[in-house]
Structures are given as structure tokens and as C-alpha cells.
């Protein structure tokens, strides 16, 4: 089935009014012995959960009635037991009654609810009928381990799970491409029960940092990275910290960033610390996309994909989805900032080359002790660009409209020269490049790779070149201090590093977003910190 385009509607509160509670964080303990889950207990509070949910079948050897006694008495906050078998996706493999057996005792030992899995929910509500303490809750739960199914099986199984007497829905499905939250966003919107909806896998992870957006009951955030209950999930310090999870609300606008791979990103630590310095309703995650046509037409809502980073592999493909797109990104071929507008149009940019420009700008002016004026210091320059691809059209069109001269040495002669006719320059190769010095104080502009980890020792021009430049930057960030920069501050150049080009398209892309100028220092301090 196709995915239902998700629209404005879909993001209304539902009627039947379970979005008055706030989503709960739920982290599971899976320690294998009593001890060990009383000590991760301890740490769960400490970080902030406000569940436990007590994994049974990790235990390695369980004594129901003195262990559960333990555990549910000891607990620092309200429990949740499940006891998962192995045919839904568990560690137990006993005997079924034992099992059953072992979840009506939590619940009359002071558990505040119990998982039962669908195919035997019928029976074991039955079988306490007129039993349940007042504040005790039964989670009816169902796991997909291959797939979302469509909006309308989702719906019936939420019927089938409220036909037992459930308390509580949880779906669990697993994402084969991201769009596949959307069905679950609609099922927790409209859902007549609570409801737990989690798409699992990294393609997921977006249903459960959104689940407050949603109405979702509650989420699931890990203790630690390496004790994950279910494929593709957060820790609880992640959801709290990273993505602000207590910020989240229906009303909340949701930016990210598109990319495949792009887990790596440190795009949403700078984002959303940003986002939460001057109150903005507003979150920034991490969009793992296979399909950029399917991602926009799927999430269409306004507060939906409000603006999204774009990265590898996807910077030229979504040029095709936009309405509008800035002349100077058109020019360059690929965008890596998208902003939907108030009226659902989508308008990009490409904030790279404004990040570099305006870098080499201050370094010039740094040079001359220019102050900022109407014209740029690079007017009337010559601009040696190395390499033609990306970046590289980035810099040379950049450049060329602040008025400089440009010459590009690429490697292949022939994509240096069609790169230089576009912007009314120069091509060379780069051998020629090295013996180029037909002026003094000209700019460099390195964007080959040439030099970037883990080949640190290379450069792309020779020291001797260096001398007839008056300043150099290298787009390389990893290592910060390439040699090309060394040797050219040793010459006496004035240099620009490849994380102020990624600092400053970062600002740039914050005010498009959000039409505020960016925390320039808070996101220096946490590039810092972190890159």
C-alpha cells in the first residue's frame, strides 16, 4: 500500500483526549540477575526515566515470588513487568502457564502494569476479571520483526488488541524505509485507547523520539547504548539531553536532517541546543532517507519537515522535489538546506558556499584590517580553486559573484574547464597549478581531499607555492590543521579552517529555519566540544 500523505489533519488532537498525559519514558532493565537490575534501576532514576520496565526473561535464574517481591518493592519508580517469550521475540522459552502465572503475581505484588502479548491477551484478562487493582494497567502488545503493514491492518489490529480488554495498545513494527512512521503517527493520533506505537530499525527512530508529538503513551529509552531491548533504540540520556524529549508536543515543529548514511551527523546536538537557548518550539533529528520524492510527499505537513539539512547522497535528487530553489544553488547543482514555507511550497539553498565565502571574506579582511563595507574584499581578486566537484562549484561560483577572478585546477582538465567557462574563468590541471603565480596575494581554496584523514601527510600544493598567496583555506575539517594549512602559515599566509565553513553554513541554514540570527558562540563552543 502507499503511504498515506501525512497532512495538517492528521496531527489534530485525537477526540477521545489521551494527549492531556505526557508521554512517558520507559527504560528497560535487562540486567540477568536481581542485583544487577536494582543497580540499573538506580541509574534510570538518576537520569531521569519514569518507568521500568523489568524484563523477566533476562533473568538467568528467576524465583517468581522472592524476586518479583524484590523488584516491584524495591523500585525506585512505577513498573512495568513483561515476561517476553521467545516466539514474540523474548528470551524465555518455559512453560506457558508459569509464565502467566509469574505476570499475575506482579500484578498483586504492586506492579503498575504487565505486557501480555496478543495471542494470549484474551485469556489472561479473562483469567483476572474482577481481580485488577485500580491503578493497575494490562499493555496488550503486538511485534512485527519484518515489516509496517498498511494504515488499515494497523487499524485492525489495534481493534483486535482492544477486543481483549486491553488497557493499553502496543504496536511494535519494524521500518523498511522512514516513511513507514507515518501510519504509526495516525494510529496513535486516532487511536480510541492509549496507545505505545514504535517503528523499530534506524529507519524508526523517529517514532520514538516523536511519540510526545503524537499521543504516543509512552517510549522506550536504553540505559546504555550496548543494552538495547529492540532494534534502533535511543538511550534515555539521548532522548532527554539530545532531542529535549520533555520539549516535545503536538505542536512541536520537526527540522532534520537527511542523509544516508547520517547517524554520524552532529547536524542535531548544535540544533537542538540551539533551538532550546532561545525557547523555540522545535526539534532536529536524524532523517535516515532512502527516497527523497517518497519523504516529502509522505510527511507534507507544515510542521512536518519544517526544514531539513541535506547530505550525501542526496544533495542534487532533491533538487527534483522543490518548488523553488535559490540562483545561486541552482547554479552550483546541489542544495543542502531546505525550508518549507507557510504554505506547504518547499524553497531551497545551498548555504556551503555562503559558509566558505563569507570565512575567506574575514581572512582577507583580516589581512587588509578592511572593515565590512558594501563591496567584498574579494572583488577584483584572483581565486585559485582546487578541485571541481561540490565544493569545489561552491567556492568557484561563490567567488566569481563576489566579484573575483577565478581559476580552477581539477585534477581531470576537462571538468576543470567546464566548471571555469560557467563562472567566466580559468582551468588548469593540478601540475599546472603549482608553477600558476602570475600575481602576488592571491587566494587559495582547497576542496580535493587531498590531505584528510587518514592520509594526514599529503598536500595538494607545494610549499613553494605557497609564497604568492596571501590566503589559504582548506574545506578538509578532519584533521582541523591539514598540512596545506600548516606550510601555508609558515609562509606567512593568512589561513581559514574547514570547520568555519561548517560552522558558518551552519548559522546560515539556523536562519533560514527559523528567521533568527544563530547563537554564533553557543555554536562554536559546542563544535568545540565535540567535533
Known amino acids: 500500500m502507499a503511504s498515506v500523505p501525512f497532512t495538517i489533519s492528521d496531527l489534530q488532537t485525537s477526540g477521545s483526549g489521551f494527549r492531556s498525559s505526557p508521554t512517558l519514558l520507559c527504560t528497560p532493565l535487562m540486567g540477568t540477575t536481581v542485583d544487577l537490575m536494582l543497580i540499573e534501576m538506580g541509574k534510570a532514576k538518576e537520569i531521569g526515566a519514569d518507568l521500568l520496565e523489568i524484563r523477566l526473561d533476562c533473568l538467568r535464574a528467576f524465583n517468581p515470588r522472592q524476586d518479583l517481591d524484590i523488584l516491584i518493592k524495591q523500585s525506585p519508580l512505577p513498573t512495568l513487568v513483561t515476561y517476553r517469550p521467545v516466539w514474540e521475540g523474548g528470551q524465555y522459552e518455559g512453560d506457558e ?124 529509552g536504553a540505559l546504555e547504548a550496548g543494552a538495547i531491548s529492540a532494534p534502533g533504540q535511543p538511550t534515555a540520556k539521548d532522548l532527554l539531553e539530545l532531542y529535549n524529549f520533555r520539549l516535545i508536543r503536538p505542536d512541536t515543529k520537526v527540522y532534520g536532517i537527511i542523509g544516508k548514511p547520517v547517524g554520524h551527523s552532529k547536524s542535531p546536538l548544535l540544533f537542538n541546543a540551539a533551538f532550546k537557548s532561545v525557547g523555540l518550539n522545535a526539534v532536529y533529528l536524524h532523517f535516515l532517507v532512502d527516497d527523497v520524492e517518497k519523504f516529502f510527499k509522505t510527511y507534507s505537513a507544515v510542521d512536518f519537515a519544517s526544514g531539513c539539512s541535506c547530505t550525501i547522497p542526496h544533495k542534487e535528487a532533491a533538487l527534483k522535489c522543490m518548488d523553488e530553489i535559490d540562483p545561486i544553488a541552482k547554479k552550483i547543482g546541489a542544495i543542502n538546506n531546505i525550508v518549507r514555507r507557510p504554505d506547504g511550497t518547499l524553497t531551497a539553498f545551498n548555504t556551503d558556499y555562503i559558509g566558505a565565502i563569507t570565512a575567506i571574506e574575514d581572512g582577507v579582511r583580516e589581512l587588509n584590517g578592511a572593515t565590512p563595507s558594501a563591496v567584498s574584499p574579494l572583488a577584483g581578486k584572483l581565486f585559485v580553486v582546487l578541485g571541481a566537484g561540490g565544493a569545489g562549484k561552491s567556492l568557484a561560483y561563490g567567488a566569481a559573484q563576489k566579484g573575483a577572478r577565478v581559476v580552477v585546477a581539477n585534477r581531470t582538465f576537462e571538468r576543470a574547464k567546464e566548471l571555469a567557462e560557467k563562472v567566466g574563468g580559468k582551468a588548469l590541471t593540478l601540475e599546472e597549478v603549482q608553477d600558476f603565480h602570475p600575481e602576488e596575494g592571491m587566494i587559495l581554496a582547497n576542496t580535493t581531499s587531498v590531505g584528510m584523514k587518514p592520509k594526514i601527510d599529503e598536500t595538494p600544493l607545494a610549499q613553494h607555492a605557497l609564497k604568492h598567496y596571501s590566503v589559504v583555506f582548506d574545506a578538509i575539517y578532519t584533521p582541523k590543521d591539514t598540512r596545506l594549512l600548516k606550510e601555508a602559515r609558515e609562509t606567512g599566509a593568512v589561513i581559514v579552517y574547514g570547520t568555519e565553513m561548517l560552522i558558518r553554513q551552519g548559522f546560515e541554514q539556523y536562519k533560514n529555519f527559523t528567521g533568527l540570527p544563530a547563537p554564533e558562540e553557543l555554536f562554536r563552543q559546542l563544535m568545540e566540544k565535540h567535533a
Open 97 to 220: 502457564n508459569k509464565r502467566q502465572d509469574a505476570l499475575r503475581l506482579a500484578m498483586q505484588l504492586g506492579a503498575n502494569y504487565v505486557d501480555v502479548e496478543l495471542e494470549v491477551a484474551h485469556d489472561f484478562n479473562n483469567s483476572i476479571q474482577g481481580k485488577k487493582p485500580d491503578s493497575f494497567k494490562v499493555i496488550v502488545s503486538s511485534h512485527n520483526f519484518h515489516n509496517t503493514p498498511s494504515a488499515e491492518a494497523i487499524g485492525n489490529l489495534v481493534a483486535r488488541i482492544q477486543a481483549t480488554g486491553a488497557d493499553i495498545a502496543k504496536i511494535a513494527t519494524t521500518a523498511l524505509d522512514i516513511t513507514d512512521c507515518a501510519r504509526i503517527f495516525q494510529i496513535t493520533v486516532h487511536s480510541e485507547i492509549p496507545t505505545i506505537g514504535i517503528v523499530m530499525g534506524e529507519r524508526g527512530l523517529i517514532s520514538r523520539i516523536l511519540s510526545p508529538k503524537f499521543g504516543g503513551y509512552l517510549t522506550y
